[in-house]
T-cell receptor
């Protein structure tokens, strides 16, 4: 069964460093999302992406965040200058046209020291 | 932002018992989804509901989309140890565009063998 994949599974970085989280959505999906989950809390929306542009973004998704679809398969989330409070699980999700069901990847656990 | 009130927050049950959890909101949702999350993993879709009043089953799981479109419940019958995890409801406010999911805070289920 097709699935969303994410790399790396874990990332440890120093405060102020840039990180890039990578996702490969399900191959025929057209809508892409990033969510995050701080330890012990609920999943929160960051940004949605369709047709090579951002569709919606939350107030969490400030100028330090950016997304890109550099080729036909990858979807990346970049944090330019990480802060301690960026430590969380980051989930990528994708969905097909016409169906509202979003499928989630296994997540990247980001720890900012 | 929009809030989904999910209850109960946690449950401890004996193996073989039935479980019920629900989500409510003051807003009308067009789609309700139920996910299960194991520790350190991404949310896995259990059931998707698209129409008010819809009742859908997936094995021992049954979920319903409330008539008012402001609530949904998930039932698990005859629980087994592998049902342990956190169950999240997620709703979508509208079906147009790249609408993000709003998540509840989760119900942590523990099953005692």
């Amino acid at each position: 069964e097709p699935e969303v994949t994410q790399t790396p599974s874990h990332q440890v970085t120093q405060m102020g460093q840039e990180v890039i989280l990578r996702c490969v959505p399900i191959s025929n999906h057209l809508y892409f999302y990033w969510y995050r989950q701080i330890l012990g809390q609920k999943v929160e929306f960051l940004v949605s992406f369709y047709n090579n542009e951002i569709s919606e973004k939350s107030e969490i998704f400030d100028d330090q965040f950016s997304v890109e679809r550099p080729d036909g398969s990858n979807f990346t989330l970049k944090i330019r200058s990480t802060k301690l409070e960026d430590s969380a699980m980051y989930f990528c999700a994708s969905r097909d046209r016409g169906l509202e069901t979003q499928y989630f990847g296994p997540g990247t656990r980001l720890l900012v020291l | 932002g929009q809030q989904l009130n999910q209850s109960p927050q946690s449950m401890f049950i004996q193996e073989g018992e039935d479980v019920s959890m629900n989500c409510t909101s003051s807003s009308i949702f067009n789609t309700w989804l139920w996910y299960k999350q194991d520790p350190g993993e991404g949310p896995v879709l259990l059931i998707a509901l698209y129409k008010a009043g819809e009742l859908t089953s997936n094995g021992r799981l049954t979920a319903q989309f409330g008539i008012t479109r402001k609530d949904s419940f998930l039932n698990i019958s005859a629980s087994i140890p592998s049902d342990v995890g956190i169950y999240f409801c997620a709703g979508q406010l509208r079906n147009s565009g790249n609408t993000p999911l709003v998540f509840g805070k989760g119900t942590r289920l523990s099953v005692i063998a």
